[in-house]
């Protein structure tokens, strides 16, 4: 039992000074990072990723091509049916992101 846990230990021991010196593995280390820190700012922060907003009363509407004038007709129709709702805030503004379609 001593002999697996020694020789487990060598092991790890081998494993922790080959990655503090390869370059390789920093280079896949922070490269792993950087993707994983970007994607979550895009999911936190999507906003950067559509060209166009509106803003409308409480709404912020994103989106990759222009709207036209209908959609203030479509916010004003949300806007009544969200009223309806226990749970609406009126000072609570509300982020849209529309991706090719409205």
């Known amino acids: 039992m001593k002999k697996i846990l020694s020789s487990t230990f060598n092991a790890y021991r081998k494993y922790r000074t080959f990655t503090k010196q390869s370059k390789t593995y920093k280079a896949v280390k922070y490269s792993l990072v950087t993707i994983f820190a970007a994607y979550g700012l895009i999911l936190i922060f999507p906003q950067v990723l559509f060209a166009h907003k509106i803003s409308y009363k409480n709404f912020n509407l994103y989106s990759r091509q222009p709207l ?6 479509v916010l004003d129709s949300a806007e009544a049916q969200l009223e309806k709702s226990p749970l609406y805030d009126k000072d609570l503004t509300k982020r849209i992101f529309v991706s090719n379609s409205f």
Do not use: G, M, P
């Open 68 to 73: 036209d004038a209908s959609v203030y007709k």
